[in-house]
């Protein structure tokens, strides 16, 4: 039976009341399994559940199956196994493992094959080596050992004394074989009894003893003749037919002895009848013309019908166990009525076996004392004294339950006259305790806490802290149309974060959206073609419906709606998107070429992948797309020369309407449209296997940069205690050089001079012309003393300086290193951002009142650092998004009246609302660092510090935000700064536009940063 988590899949049963009320109730049946359900809910939970690919097959072991492949493969094995395992040995087998205790399966198997593999069953095929050529054999029958028939069958000892004179005679003497069925003796009976021990077994019943009868299988299509002489003979006499013939010899290559084996060898002993052993010996081989020959064979079975592994499949799938300890093995019922094994247990299996299971337990318990004992011997706590300790905590708390029992008994009658006396004490007792707690001081706060807990005091608004957040800007695009702006952001961060599966070069969020105001034919908008090209050639790998915004438009039901907004029936509409962009999977859209017929491939594109359920403005877009009002059909348009539509340009369709190409239509959608095109077309583009393989790959290496950080970390702080132990060296030696010590050598000079001044004095009386004499040389020898002591103290000094020197260089090389590493940390963490950004873009924080803080540059394939270290950025901005609509759960936990109230007064008169955007665009608003915030502008007006000045780090997340403002400070303000300037230098001045506008556009607007993008990334 299939397994599911190692478990067997039961049947459900079916109800018990199924056909109670109802006897021709309808139900539902699975015919696979023979399962039956009252509702459909049911069967098709089922059926769910077993279309899963998480079953396994019992028998072969495969995995990642649903339940009807795995039953399909339990099936074949099961029905391979019993087509290549011996017919005749199945019974004989089965009948020897019943109810045999053993704890694996393995060990039974080696038992059973160890016991049959030199014992062998009438109608088994076997193989016969005659003289180097091996044929195929059927035992036809088999004699027992004389000394087996003697004891176990006594009165028929006559009928099996003639055993060696019935091997010598004719094949076809069917009188002794009908005496020797009529009596039949034991084969194997007690070698493959499993109780007895190997030897034992061996010694009574020796399979080399056995005598069997085998008829070599001839090669015939047809098979035997009846009645004919050489034909295989069963064991009462009749015919043996089989119903296909196999080969009687297995193909050997060669030849023998001179001549063609398979020809003569075949023609010598093709249906013979041969009496063999199990060992080699000698044998009677019987032809039909009555010749008598002695030859030397040797039978065997073929591997692939009998092994170790088929035996232990064939046991696995025949058998089964319980799960409680000792357990016998049985074999399963059906399996047991077929072979005719006995299945009901006998009484004295049944006293082994609990016998088996006794001596176990005690095993186990005798393992558990022992192990308990050494415990206690070793004073450890043991689950033995942990027990007795639990039963002793009972005892003693079932007589504090009694005792306190008695104790209620006794003053329950005391407890009503005490009731109203308790009552008034304790009511006195709280009014204490509600005046003690009065006076009791709060607990000091532990900061950082919840923001909205904390407050502005005087003290903080002394330490320069402002109670007013300074004003942020509104002025963002696409306001006016709700999620237009969300959307705006999402899509411009998809084409940053996966610009290089895309083959797509990074744009700031400036060019993108004056690339999306773009309203002009000519010059065209590369930026607009790149985007959409790259989108559509992803969505070709995707699965698509053919014809999917057809089928929609025909089907829906808002014409009501659609005339009020006067627009064109749904079927003038497919009309003219019938011949437009069928073949957008096929078109090639060149970079070289400019992208020429992206508009075309977009209209197809929509064709097969939108609906109007999952687009709700797809009726609008493509009206505006392929239709033209009739009163501006006749104008004139820059991109006449274009290739239209198969549908002729300017042909009137409907009433107040033209057909018209994508190409002259799109420059004059609105803004809001086109992002709401990108964004369903970047929807559908995060599930194709490139987006889906680029972020598996960004997880791969953010793995690789967790280990590198850690190894890096280890690496600065192994460095910075060689540093420390360096400052320590040089510490010790400068303190040593401060305090140097008197020089030895010197003062023992000075000792020996001493002393030959006197001995020089006391000889002067003996000696006195020799005085000048001894004095000069006294002198000379301290000379030279005093200066052998100098020259070595500046030799130690020499060295100290020396190991100064060296001590100094390798701390700066340590430093050197220290700093190498730091810049690497820095560089995971821009890389971490990067890569972190593909799969979720979290933003920097959120202050008191919930609003989030979003700064999207760095993320994806946007880098915050270009080539040579110059600053890049890509919005340039810090993005402030309201609270949810999920934050008002907060707010009703704060109670939203008074946090409405004090966001007015911390805030302003206008909040944020919820879904709603703002910006800060300059840097001084947004600064970090109290000291870097003062700086003075032309008016002496400090607005640099306003906004930090208004986070409280005393609240958990105005601290964090604070945090990350001052962990990215190096890489935003100057991305700020650039994009300030970048701003300013295009910037034109009104007057100077208004002139332009008599005069060509193109002129003046091909000069704009987004009309000179280019994608250095595409690919034709």
């Excluded at 035992?139 to 050992?145: G, I, L, M, N």
């Excluded at 005798?366 to 009972?394: C, L, P």
């Excluded at 699965?543 to 915004?549: G, L, N, V």
């Excluded at 992002?675 to 077309?681: A, E, P, S, T």
Aim: with cysteine.
């Amino acid at each position: 039976m299939p397994t599911c988590r190692r478990k067997r899949v039961l049947l459900t049963q079916p109800p018990i009341d199924i056909d109670a009320h109802d006897p021709n109730r309808d139900v539902y049946l699975l015919p696979q399994t023979g399962e039956i359900f009252d509702s459909y809910e049911a069967y098709a939970a089922r059926m769910s559940f077993y279309k899963l690919k998480q079953f396994q097959c019992e028998v072969t072991g495969k995995s990642g199956l649903d339940y009807f492949q795995a039953l399909d493969s339990e099936h074949q094995e099961a029905r391979t196994l019993h087509s290549r395992f011996p017919e005749p040995l199945k019974a004989a087998v089965l009948r020897t493992v019943q109810w045999q205790v053993m704890g694996r399966l393995d060990h039974l198997v080696e038992a059973v094959y160890e016991r049959f593999k030199d014992r062998y069953f009438q109608g088994e095929k076997v193989f016969i080596d005659v003289q180097g050529d091996k044929f195929w054999a059927r035992v036809a029958q088999v004699f027992p050992p004389k000394t087996l028939v003697a004891t176990t069958n006594s009165p028929n000892k006559s009928n099996h004394s003639d055993l060696k004179r019935k091997r010598e005679s004719s094949v076809t003497s069917s009188q002794s074989v009908t005496t020797e069925a009529d009596h039949p003796m034991p084969i194997h009976s007690i070698g493959a009894d499993l109780k007895l021990p190997t030897k034992e077994a061996t010694e009574r019943d020796d399979p080399a003893k056995y005598f069997y009868k085998v008829q070599i299988l001839e090669e015939e299509k047809n098979g035997f003749k009846d009645g004919a002489a050489d034909a295989p003979v069963d064991v009462d006499g009749t015919l043996v037919k089989s119903e296909r013939r196999e080969s009687g010899r297995v193909k050997e290559k060669g030849k023998l002895n001179g001549y063609d084996v398979d020809g003569e060898a075949k023609a010598k002993w093709g249906g013979s009848l041969m009496e063999v052993q199990c060992q080699v010996m000698s044998y009677v081989l019987y032809f039909s013309s009555s010749n008598l020959n002695t030859l030397n064979v040797a039978p065997s079975r073929d591997r692939l019908a009998f092994s170790k592994s088929l035996l232990r499949r064939f046991l696995r799938d025949c058998l089964d166990r319980d799960s409680s300890l000792a357990s016998p093995w049985t074999v399963k019922p059906a399996i047991a009525a077929r072979f005719d094994v006995p299945s009901e247990m006998p009484d004295e299996v049944k006293a082994d076996v609990e016998q088996v299971r006794k001596g176990e337990i005690d095993k186990r318990k005798r393992v558990w004392e022992e192990k308990e004992a050494q415990a206690e011997r070793e004073g450890r706590y043991t689950k033995k004294m942990k027990k007795r300790d639990e039963r002793e905590q009972k005892a003693v708390a079932k007589a504090a339950e009694v005792e306190s029992k008695q104790k209620d008994a006794q003053t329950k009658a005391k407890a009503k006259q005490e009731k109203m006396a308790a009552e008034q004490a304790a009511k006195e007792e709280a009014e204490r305790l509600m005046a003690e707690k009065a006076k009791q001081k709060k607990k000091p706060v532990r900061y950082p806490t919840e923001d909205l807990d904390v407050w502005i005091t005087e003290k903080d608004k002394k330490a320069g802290m402002i109670a007013r957040r300074p004003p942020f800007r509104k002025c963002l695009p696409f306001l006016e149309t709700k999620g237009a702006f969300d959307s705006f952001l999402m899509t411009w961060n998809f084409f940053m974060c996966f610009g290089q599966p895309l083959h797509l070069s990074s744009f700031t969020l400036d060019e993108y959206e004056h690339a999306l105001q773009h309203s002009l034919a000519e010059p065209p908008c590369n930026l607009l073609a790149e985007i959409h090209s790259v989108l559509i050639y992803n969505l070709r790998t995707l699965p698509f419906e053919r014809h999917s915004a057809v089928l929609s438009l025909l089907n829906s039901t808002n014409e009501p709606e659609a005339s009020q907004q006067e627009l064109p029936p749904s079927k003038d509409l497919v009309n003219a998107m019938a011949d437009v962009g069928n073949n957008w999977e096929r078109v090639p859209l060149k970079h070289s070429e400019g992208r020429e017929g992206w508009e075309e491939a977009l209209i197809g594109c929509l064709k097969d992948h939108a609906t109007v359920e999952k687009f709700p403005r797809l009726r609008h877009i493509l009206t505006h797309l392929l239709l033209k009002p009739t009163d501006t059909a006749n104008s004139p348009h820059p991109s006449e020369s274009h290739p239209s539509t198969p549908r002729s340009s300017g042909t009137p369709i409907t009433e107040g309407y033209t057909v018209t190409s994508p190409y002259e239509r799109y420059h004059t959608l609105p803004p809001t449209d086109k992002i709401f095109i990108l964004q369903f077309m970047c929807e559908l583009a995060v599930s194709s296997k490139s987006i889906r393989m680029y972020m598996e790959s960004c997880e791969e290496q953010l793995t690789a940069l967790r280990k590198e950080k850690i190894e890096v970390n280890r690496q600065k702080r192994q460095l910075v205690e060689e540093m420390a132990a360096l400052t320590g060296e040089k510490e010790a030696a400068e303190a040593a050089t401060e305090e140097p010590q008197p020089p030895n050598d010197l003062s023992d000079v000075e000792s020996d001079g001493v002393a030959l001044s006197e001995d020089a004095s006391e000889s002067g009386s003996v000696a006195g012309g020799r005085r000048s004499s001894a004095s000069r040389q006294l002198s000379l020898r301290l000379k030279a003393q005093q200066g052998l002591a100098h020259a070595k103290q500046r030799e130690l000094a020499r060295q100290k300086t020396a190991s100064a020197k060296l001590a100094l260089a390798e701390h700066r090389r340590l430093d050197e290193e220290v700093n190498k590493l730091e810049r690497r940390l820095e560089s995971i963490e821009r890389e971490f951002r990067k890569l972190l950004g593909v799969a979720r873009v979290k933003p920097m924080g959120r202050d008191r009142y919930l609003n989030r803080f979003w700064w999207f540059d760095g993320c994806g394939g946007s880098s915050l650092l270009g080539s040579g270290g110059a600053v890049q950025y890509g919005t340039g901005r810090i993005f402030i998004q309201g609270p949810s609509e999920f934050d008002e759960d907060f707010w009703a936990w704060k109670g939203v009246h008074q946090v409405d109230e004090r966001r007015k007064d911390e805030e302003g008169e206008e909040p944020l609302a919820p879904g709603s955007w703002a910006v800060y665009t300059e840097i001084d608003e947004v600064r970090p660092s109290l000291l870097e915030c003062v700086d003075f502008n032309e008016n002496g007006l400090l607005q640099i510090t306003e906004f930090i000045k208004w986070l409280n780090p005393k609240g958990h997340r105005e601290l964090a935000l604070k945090n990350a403002l001052s962990r990215w400070w190096d890489h935003l303000a100057p991305g700020v700064r650039k994009r300030t300037a970048d701003t300013n230098a295009v910037a034109k001045l009104p007057e100077a536009r208004r002139s332009m506008r008599g005069k060509n556009p193109g002129s003046d607007i091909s000069r704009e940063p987004y009309m000179m993008w280019t994608n250095r990334k595409a690919i034709n």
